[in-house]
């Protein structure tokens, strides 16, 4: 099955435990990559965002999907794998927290899972490319406080 690959670095003025807190958000992952809807959020009991239900539409057919929390370090990388059926993949964003802000490197991998989205994969490759940059940089707006939604 395809897989691609996308990854976009941006600096936020926030500080790490900012950022951290907003990654616990489950709406903080709408609007990135194949994700466009989040419900029904999951948290271990130290808070940390374990799981959540998502959907994305492919063609004209919506899919729904569930998000696990596959790796987490408080204040480093927190790592999400998607499973939505015909798409799936992962959600990482690493964090480098320095004195004036915090680097976050956020990279999204993607493979299909089914027949209508690897004959579908060269048109959802080319749309997640051309919007990915714009969906970190406003995912990075949002989380820290620079946009509403936050």
Known sequence: MPTATFRHSVRSPADVDQIWAAL???RTWEHVGPVE????PEFDDDGTLVGYRWSTSIGSKEY????HTIEHRRGECFRIDLD????????AAELDPGPD????DVT????TQGMMSSLLFP??????????PEQVESLTRRISGLEDGA
């Open 37 to 40: 809807k989040v419900w029904d």
């Open 84 to 91: 939505g059926g015909e798409m799936g993949g992962i959600l």
């Open 24 to 26: 616990q958000d489950p």
């Open 101 to 104: 802000g915090t680097d976050i």
């Open 123 to 132: 048109a959802i490759r080319g749309a997640i490319a051309s919007g990915f």
């Open 64 to 67: 729904e999907g569930h998000a």
């Open 108 to 111: 999204l991998e993607i493979r």
